[in-house]
């Protein structure tokens, strides 16, 4: 708290350091580019909060597919705009960076794909999981039989206990077995 | 026992994957209330959007406060000594948690000590991989090409640190020795002039010949104690990497082999990988990511056309079946006939290229690469033949490019064979005694290895290249449309890498500094096929698959290091036989053979033989030593060898079929918990629906006791 937007004091930044997977030069950075999207005038006040469209003209976000998802899941807001302070920003960057934990990792991974937010993929999250991966418009988008294929495919490997939808701990387990998700789901300034 | 028989109902269901039926249901049960309230959910669920449900209701209810103070808690209680940062909240979470958990001024001191620790630790491993050359340029192919491209750019460089390796130990064990303690005769000067000329580094004559790329350059030096002289070092140097390769690349085969095919169908994560770790969040370029989006959907249209492919199979009739197999059959044949003939031309045009008296010098250098060119040539066309029969055998994708793989390595690993065995025959009846035959044999590994080299670069800047500029410069003329656009083939890139790796350990013994040569040829091959790559080639429509493959490649790799070995193996022996004269054949023809095969240079020189000089050494070991060595090499030890051997395997195949026994058991038991927890939860709301009581304090009560007064009605 009590962050002024235009420079950064030293306990913050050993704060910082302890509770996220940031290096000091990251969080410096980090505060760099997000004072960059402040207007004028709230540069002076504390605790800005961006509104979404501002933060996704990042070029890290901009040509992720999940990035309003990402907005979303790491935002504080209480009226769920997805908008990032300084800290949820940091948070953001602490998840996706080289040192965070293959738990916290999976964790939000699992977060941004829940898009009802309900607790658990099911075949509504996975079927716009896939969209976003394939691509939204008509024709790059699968037939709803290949859909349907596919998604009885993924329940039919990782929902373990068959109850119809992919949990958390089913979730984690199929990211377990994946070589490449740490080095992939990264997102460095 | 009801209860029971609807779990096994349950799971037979699901079996049969009637998933409609078993998500339409589920689908009620996790929008039911209780669910939410479940402490599995709750362990899962985001903080922050709980809180607006709370905002929206009229005022805080007692029991939802409750809740909130168990879950809150729950976390910390898990793990108390867990770093703040490893908790899933967001900052101001955090900071309050670390309110609550009031550490001690130690505590705190040693925690900040091991983030240090570990901070210090990432940034020397950072430091570490940035020290693995062309990691930049891997990433760069991943992003437009795929992971099966880059897969054959990481196998290349394996390969390169597999030879730099081999560079290392010749230098300790071959090259060190003989430069300390060479003998009067290899310290003459080495001169560039007389005779030679450039076209010797083609041949591998003339200087060459002299120099240590051979063989013959490494004669029997001062060093000269009974177990440790050159010729012994020679031999160790040589066995040493045979024997490192194999472990390297059994180590390779087995890890791929079991994330693969070991695992199996019933594990197999495949699609679920795709899914859940499909989108790479490094990607920033728009143009990349427009990439992936297209690669992970034919990736997924491929799998599921694959799936399809083996569903329609499975509903072939007889008929069909029975013509689709005579089609096999012929297309086998005709495999078959194929290789018979590549092989004849093979035979010939070694024949023809052994006979040459006194050419033009033009036509001699051709005649000397008429054997390397021939093989290139069968091996640059069938392959492809081959890939266009296998597209008539109605095999899924996957299957043609392994069925193609397999033909064109035997194909590759034969021709070299036959090679091999018309070299040793040639040199068995040189009509003029010859200086030294090692040298030859390794002479014509040389001249395979840079040839392999030559044909790639022309591949690329003669072939590729200019197809390239007359795509670009006119997209519609006749030519260009004939051509089509160029792909990367994995499999065919993939099979020259091996050959060429076992033309070197072939050659190794003969032509020591061949690692060296094939190490700098590989980084040139690197740095060439990254050109044509991104230069020349368009991206495949149709992926080709990284992780099975790779097991493809290093296995084609242990069959060319066997047969590596094995012609090492033959060679001595060869010359072992004819040397002590074990077989008194008729006379002349023994003798002329025996005299033309016995090396008169290199290590081993001078009559001995490479068991005459290890037999010595055993020799002058102590007594008990002496017999356990003779008692390892006699046949008597094969006995107690394959039965530890059978004995290992059977306790290893037990564990490993009690550990499925367990996964099948624990997934059961997953299955019927689900189940239960389902059931108790339908069973719920429908008792919460038939009271119709809109209260919401209760279920926090409800949940710990409806259990109970469950099962006693069940």
């Known amino acids: ?189 | 026992m009801e209860e029971h028989k609807t779990v096994n109902f349950m799971r037979l269901l699901s079996d049969d994957s009637t998933h409609s039926t078993v998500s339409s249901d589920s689908c009620e049960y996790y929008q039911t209330e209780i669910f939410d309230l479940l402490p599995s959910i709750q362990a899962s669920r985001p903080e922050q959007s709980r809180k607006p449900s709370e905002a929206y209701q009229d005022g805080p209810v007692p029991g939802e406060e409750s809740v909130h103070g168990h879950l809150s808690s729950g976390p910390r209680d898990k793990a108390p000594t867990q770093p703040l940062r490893n908790m899933v909240i967001c900052i101001q979470g955090k900071r309050s948690a670390r309110e609550r958990r009031k550490m001690q001024i130690s505590e705190s001191w040693r925690r900040s000590q091991s983030i240090n620790r570990k901070r210090v630790w990432a940034q020397i491993v950072g430091a570490l991989s940035g020290l693995l050359p062309w990691q930049h340029t891997l990433h760069a192919i991943e992003g437009r090409f795929g992971v099966g491209v880059k897969a054959y750019f990481v196998f290349l460089r394996y390969l390169v640190h597999l030879n730099l390796l081999h560079c290392a130990l010749i230098c300790g064990f071959i090259l060190g020795p003989t430069i300390f303690y060479g003998s009067s005769k290899s310290s003459e000067p080495l001169k560039f002039g007389g005779n030679d000329s450039v076209l010797d580094f083609f041949l591998g004559s003339g200087y060459l010949d002299r120099s240590p790329v051979f063989y013959g350059f490494y004669t029997r030096g001062s060093l000269n104690l009974q177990c440790l002289n050159t010729p012994l070092l020679y031999l160790t140097g040589i066995l040493t990497i045979l024997f490192l390769s194999l472990i390297l690349v059994v180590r390779r085969t087995t890890v791929g082999y079991k994330h693969t095919w070991m695992l199996g169908k019933r594990y197999s994560m495949n699609m679920s990988y795709k899914i859940f770790c499909g989108w790479d969040f490094t990607i920033q370029d728009p143009a990349a990511a427009a990439l992936k989006r297209s690669f992970i959907r034919n990736d997924l249209k491929l799998f599921l056309e694959e799936q399809s492919f083996s569903r329609r199979e499975a509903q072939r009739t007889l008929g069909q079946r029975v013509r689709l197999y005579l089609l096999r059959f012929f297309l086998n044949l005709l495999v078959l006939a194929l290789l018979g003939g590549a092989f004849y031309l093979i035979y010939f045009a070694t024949k023809t290229s052994q006979d040459e008296i006194g050419h033009h010098w033009l036509v001699s250098l051709v005649l000397e690469y008429l054997p390397p060119i021939t093989i290139s040539f069968v091996n640059l066309l069938l392959p492809h033949i081959f890939r266009k029969i296998s597209s008539f055998e109605d095999y899924s994708f996957t299957m043609q490019v392994n069925a193609t793989l397999v033909r064109s390595i035997f194909l590759k690993l034969a021709s070299l064979g036959i090679y091999l065995f018309f070299i040793f025959k040639t040199t068995k009846h040189q009509p003029h005694p010859v200086q030294c035959l090692e040298n030859l044999f390794g002479r014509e590994m040389y001249k395979l290895c840079i040839f392999n080299f030559l044909t790639a670069f022309c591949n690329a800047f003669f072939l590729n290249y200019p197809r390239k500029l007359l795509h670009e410069k006119y997209p519609s003329s006749f030519l260009a449309r004939l051509c089509g656009k160029q792909h990367f083939l994995v499999p065919f890139n993939v099979l020259d890498l091996v050959y060429s790796q076992t033309v070197s350990w072939v050659g190794v013994f003969y032509c020591p500094l061949l690692p060296l040569i094939e190490a700098v040829t590989l980084m040139a091959t690197f740095y060439i096929q990254k050109f044509s790559v991104l230069r020349c080639c368009v991206a495949e429509q149709r992926m080709f698959r990284g992780s099975s493959s790779s097991v493809l490649f290093h296995f084609m790799l242990l069959l060319g290091l066997l047969m590596a070995a094995a012609t090492l193996g033959f060679n001595l022996y060869r010359q072992e036989g004819t040397h002590t004269g074990a077989f008194p054949g008729p006379g002349n023809i023994r003798g002329l053979a025996n005299s033309s095969l016995r090396s008169s240079c290199g290590p081993f020189g001078n009559g001995l033989s490479v068991f005459n000089v290890t037999g010595v050494c055993v020799d002058s070991l102590p007594g008990p030593a002496q017999s356990t060595l003779r008692y390892l090499a006699s046949s008597a030890f094969a006995l107690p060898l394959i039965l530890a051997e059978i004995l290992i395997l059977t306790s290893y195949v037990s564990r490993g079929r009690a550990n499925q026994k367990a996964i099948e058991r624990l997934k059961d038991m997953l299955v019927m918990s689900s189940s239960d927890k389902r059931f108790l939860v339908k069973q719920h709301t429908t008792m919460l629906r038939r009271q119709r009581n809109p209260c919401r304090v209760r279920p926090a009560t409800i949940e710990e006791n409806q259990p109970l007064t469950l099962s006693h009605e069940n």
């Open chain 1, 1 to 189: 708290m009590g962050t002024t937007a235009s420079q950064l004091g030293k306990d913050m930044l050993s704060e910082y350091q302890e509770l996220t997977f940031l290096t000091k030069q990251e969080i410096l950075l980090a505060h760099k580019r997000f004072t960059e999207l402040l207007t004028k005038d709230e540069k002076d006040l504390p605790n800005t909060r961006v509104p979404m469209d501002r933060i996704l003209t990042l070029p890290e976000l901009k040509s992720n597919p999940f990035r309003k998802r990402i907005c979303d899941v790491f935002s504080t807001s209480e009226y769920k705009d997805g908008g990032l302070t300084f800290e949820d920003f940091l948070d953001l960057l602490s998840a996706f960076s080289d040192s965070a934990t293959l738990e916290i990792k999976s964790h939000y991974a699992f977060r941004i794909f829940d898009f009802d937010d309900d607790g658990t993929l099911d075949c509504g999250d996975l079927e716009k999981l896939v969209n976003c991966l394939t691509g939204e418009t008509d024709d790059t988008r699968l037939t709803p039989e290949e859909m349907r294929q596919l998604i009885n495919n993924i329940l039919e490997e990782s929902d373990i206990d068959k109850d119809g939808t992919v949990n958390l701990s089913e979730f984690q387990h199929v990211i377990s077995r994946s070589p490449d998700f740490v080095s992939s789901f990264k997102i460095v300034l």
